[in-house]
């Protein structure tokens, strides 16, 4: 069946199923606007993401794992600024004749993702257009004072990674074709791409425990480290012996001839959360999440700089949208 056969209110009901108001949702999907409870006390953080056929996936994807990640990509913003997702709105933007069972599996996974982490969707908008677009606005809660900002890091820091790195940009290249899907890693790889786990909770944590300056790696390592850097007019040197490279990364880099360590550094939808705190905070941290990889430190200087085999490389700027 395709999306004229429904019509827009049939094809958000079959989307959303029965709306239910529940956990702070006083008015769910069906009237104008949401309404929702936030904690009493708390700021919000808001943030929307979205993805764009053709430039963020593909129509062959399968539907569950675009929704997945859209919705991954929109709690690690949260996560990332020390927040606790809530809330979200899902925009949908479809051609006329695309099949509602791949957008049903979308909004599937988009739900799927969201109960993962806590969170709920109540509410969007539906329009037709050219190209399946679609985007997430997601309401989080921090406490005054636990947000963590790019411009939050200080000379002296520690910068520490969430886990390993490299994996989704693996998982891309088997989604690209390039590595046989049978291939060793490349199921676990193409899993890593799709379905992100967000440090949510060690985010939380950090922010509890007063660290002040988190980013979440969406455009690859160099370039997140890049922008703590700028926003916090500080220097960020990284020690390439220090990162993990996940095991994906590291089997699929080498099979195509390529360098793990380049997938770690520039590899980009990873969702693993860098963030720099005194050194007298990480013992405390790495014991709680032993995941937790210092990977270098924060200096008076500027500018991203790998010391590799005791030389130092100023490291180049990663993907944007409009190279
Ligand atoms: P309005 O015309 O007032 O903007 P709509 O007809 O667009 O209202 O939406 C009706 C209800 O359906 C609203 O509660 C809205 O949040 C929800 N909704 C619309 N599109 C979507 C969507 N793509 N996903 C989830 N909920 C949606
Ligand atoms: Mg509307």
Same mark, same amino acid.
């Given at each position: 069946?395709?999306?004229?056969?429904?019509?827009?209110?049939?094809?958000?009901?079959?989307?959303?199923?029965?709306?239910?108001?529940?956990?702070?949702?006083?008015?769910?999907?069906?009237?104008?606007?949401?309404?929702?409870?936030?904690?009493?006390?708390?700021?919000?953080?808001?943030?929307?993401?979205?993805?764009?056929?053709?430039?963020?996936?593909?129509?062959?994807?399968?539907?569950?794992?675009?929704?997945?990640?859209?919705?991954?990509?929109?709690?690690?913003?949260?996560?990332?600024?020390?927040?606790?997702?809530?809330?979200?709105?899902?925009?949908?933007?479809?051609?006329?004749?695309?099949?509602?069972?791949?957008?049903?599996?979308?909004?599937?996974?988009?739900?799927?993702?969201?109960?993962?982490?806590?969170?709920?969707?109540?509410?969007?908008?539906?329009?037709?257009?050219?190209?399946?677009?679609?985007?997430?606005?997601?309401?989080?809660?921090?406490?005054?004072?636990?947000?963590? &900002?790019?411009? %939050?890091?200080? /000379?002296? @820091?520690?910068?520490?990674?969430? +886990?390993?790195?490299? !994996?989704?940009?693996?998982? =891309?290249?088997?989604?690209?074709?390039?590595?046989?899907?049978?291939?060793?890693?490349?199921?676990?790889?193409?899993?890593?791409?799709?379905?992100?786990?967000?440090?949510?909770?060690?985010?939380?944590?950090?922010?509890?425990?007063?660290?002040?300056?988190?980013?979440?790696?969406?455009?690859?390592?160099?370039?997140?480290?890049?922008?703590?850097?700028?926003?916090?007019?500080?220097?960020?040197?990284?020690?390439?012996?220090?990162?993990?490279?996940?095991?994906?990364?590291?089997?699929?880099? &080498?099979?195509? %001839?390529?360098? /793990?360590? @380049?997938?770690?550094?520039?590899? +980009?939808?990873?969702? !693993?959360?860098?963030?720099? =705190?005194?050194?007298?905070?990480?013992?405390?941290?790495?014991?709680?999440?032993?995941?937790?990889?210092?990977?270098?430190?924060?200096?008076?200087?500027?500018?991203?700089?790998?010391?590799?085999?005791?030389?130092?490389?100023?490291?180049?700027?990663?993907?944007?949208?409009?190279?």
């Amino acid at each position: 069946m395709q999306v004229r056969d429904m019509g827009e209110f049939g094809l958000i009901a079959r989307l959303m199923g029965e709306a239910k108001a529940r956990d702070g949702v006083v008015v769910a999907i069906g009237d104008d606007a949401a309404v929702v409870e936030v904690t009493l006390g708390y700021r919000v953080v808001f943030t929307c993401d979205c993805m764009v056929e053709d430039v963020h996936f593909l129509r062959k994807a399968p539907g569950y794992d675009i929704g997945y990640k859209l919705m991954a990509s929109n709690i690690s913003d949260i996560a990332a600024m020390g927040g606790r997702p809530r809330y979200g709105v899902v925009t949908l933007i479809t051609p006329a004749d695309e099949e509602v069972a791949w957008l049903e599996d979308i909004y599937t996974g988009i739900k799927a993702c969201a109960a993962q982490y806590g969170c709920q969707v109540v509410g969007g908008d539906t329009s037709r257009g050219p190209k399946v677009v679609l985007s997430v606005a997601l309401l989080g809660e921090v406490l005054p004072g636990r947000e963590m &900002l790019r411009s %939050g890091a200080q /000379p002296g @820091d520690l910068v520490c990674i969430s +886990g390993p790195l490299g !994996a989704s940009h693996a998982g =891309l290249q088997v989604e690209l074709g390039r590595i046989d899907a049978s291939a060793a890693c490349a199921s676990e790889a193409r899993l890593r791409h799709f379905r992100p786990v967000v440090p949510v909770d060690l985010a939380l944590a950090l922010g509890e425990l007063g660290c002040r300056c988190a980013n979440d790696i969406s455009d690859g390592l160099a370039s997140e480290a890049q922008e703590i850097a700028v926003a916090s007019r500080v220097g960020v040197e990284l020690d390439s012996a220090l990162l993990p490279i996940a095991p994906e990364a590291q089997t699929i880099a &080498l099979a195509l %001839g390529e360098k /793990p360590e @380049d997938y770690a550094l520039y590899g +980009g939808e990873e969702y !693993a959360l860098l963030f720099c =705190l005194p050194p007298s905070l990480a013992a405390e941290v790495c014991v709680r999440y032993p995941a937790v990889r210092f990977i270098g430190r924060v200096t008076e200087g500027d500018g991203v700089l790998l010391l590799h085999q005791g030389e130092r490389e100023r490291l180049r700027a990663a993907y944007t949208h409009f190279d």
